[in-house]
């Protein structure tokens, strides 16, 4: 069934392309160019990088906590009652050989922080592609009404003349005349707010792309949606980038939880200094030097509960997280039931659009007729011609919510980004900064993300 379904929404949609494309200039816009001009215009995209690029930093900062320390000290003093003056410099030399696994467990929720990160810059990858479907879904609709309504107050004018002809000799009344002139009127009207819609919709097309659009070739096939929905579902509820990055988050979450516990434990660290003397007293400066290595040992005993506080803090950190997690894979399933229900409901419109127009026009062909006789009235004609209007906007709508319906459907299962739809742009290697560093985090997923699965899948059942 689930075939059949795909295969009338490619029926429905070939017939469109094919036209809109015959009818569209040749250096129009297509969509993929559009999506691809939204891709590299992107300051929302360029923003985040360097969003990314200070997390990157993060994990830095944390693999340094973990390296020695060498400082260089140096302080000069002097005994107002002794008139002595003395000047000291020192080489330190420290480093943290045990701290119960706090600054490793830090570093490890730093990595996890940055693929979260890098995950959220695909999720908002998919929203800016979305956006520019949207708009240049938008803008292709409303030039396509603008043309309809066009048409149609070529029709009425054509019937307002013929009206005033048989008014001239008499068949019509001045009603028939006056009926025509409103209708004529109400187009005109629909017209210049069509226009206006078309102006609106220009605008969110060059908030989204970054330009203006310079004509509209059509958007092309329908693009490749999973086969069911349910195969829509598993990939929303695992492979989306919302997904991901929520599963990197409740791991670092839980390394912070493990972190605020080994605070708890004891600290033994290291430390070597190299001291040069130099003191003036009543004979000419005398210069002694020493060099000293030593550990040092601390536990906390008592800090007023800042310690507990802390690890309570952590832990409802985490499960909040958790619960993100949840809510984030229902939005998902939602997300894509309502894209495979609005692609049903679009399809459906765009075949009872097409028996629309066709008994519509063949109806107002009719009633010409029928008038040419005197068997139908001028406000008769003027009917069957909005009947034919409405069909047609109507199949316009429809076509737009398809491809609109489709683009959103990959969006939710986490297809719509430009590796996936292969659109031919440099694509952003998130890595490469990061890779700069020693301790960059790998893309693969961590053992701790990896278990999440599991409980993934019982909240899609569930």
Do not use: C
């Amino acid at each position: 069934m689930a075939s059949r379904f795909i295969a009338r929404v490619r029926k429905a949609l070939l017939v469109t392309t094919l036209a809109a494309v015959a009818a569209g200039p040749a250096q129009a816009d297509s969509l993929r160019q559009v999506m691809v001009d939204a891709y590299r215009h992107s300051n929302l995209l360029e923003q985040n990088r360097y969003l990314l690029r200070i997390q990157d930093e993060g994990v830095a900062q944390a693999v340094a906590q973990l390296r020695p320390v060498l400082s260089f000290v140096a302080s000069m003093s002097r005994e107002l009652v002794n008139n002595t003056t003395t000047a000291s410099a020192s080489l330190v030399a420290e480093y943290l050989i045990y701290d119960g696994g706090a600054r490793r467990f830090a570093v490890e929720a730093a990595e996890e922080t940055v693929l979260a990160t890098r995950e959220q810059l695909i999720s908002l990858e998919q929203q800016v592609l979305l956006d520019a479907v949207t708009a240049y879904m938008n803008v292709w609709r409303d030039m396509q009404v603008v043309n309809v309504r066009q048409r149609n107050v070529r029709v009425i004018t054509q019937q307002l003349r013929a009206a005033r002809d048989r008014f001239e000799v008499g068949e019509d009344t001045r009603t028939d005349v006056a009926q025509a002139e409103a209708t004529l009127a109400t187009a005109r009207s629909q017209l210049a707010a069509a226009h206006g819609a078309l102006e609106i919709s220009r605008e969110l097309f060059n908030l989204a792309v970054g330009r203006y659009p310079n004509g509209l070739s059509g958007p092309g096939a329908i693009p490749n949606v999973p086969r069911s929905e349910a195969a829509a579902q598993a990939l929303a509820r695992q492979e989306h980038p919302a997904i991901r990055a929520l599963m990197h988050e409740v791991t670092a979450a839980e390394l912070g939880i493990e972190q605020a516990q080994a605070g708890l434990r004891p600290q033994l660290s290291l430390e070597g200094r190299a001291t040069e003397v130099l003191e003036n007293t009543a004979n000419p400066f005398a210069e002694g030097g020493s060099a000293t290595i030593g550990l040092t040992l601390t536990q906390p005993i008592y800090r007023g509960g800042q310690l507990l506080s802390l690890e309570r803090q952590s832990r409802a950190q985490a499960a909040a997280v958790r619960f993100s997690l949840n809510q984030q894979v229902r939005m998902n399933l939602q997300a894509v039931g309502n894209a495979w229900a609005l692609m049903g409901i679009a399809t459906a419109q765009i075949q009872a659009a097409d028996q629309g127009i066709a008994a519509a026009e063949l109806a107002f062909a009719g009633v010409q007729e029928e008038a040419s006789l005197g068997a139908r009235t001028t406000l008769d004609v003027l009917d069957a011609e909005q009947d034919v209007l409405n069909a047609r906007i109507s199949r316009i709508e429809a076509q737009a919510d398809l491809y609109l319906a489709s683009y959103q459907l990959l969006a939710a299962a986490g297809l719509l980004t430009v590796e996936a739809l292969h659109l031919p742009v440099p694509e952003y290697d998130p890595s490469a900064y990061a890779d700069m560093f020693s301790g960059a985090p790998s893309i693969v997923n961590s053992p701790r993300g990896q278990q999440l699965d599991s409980m993934l899948e019982r909240v899609g059942r569930d």
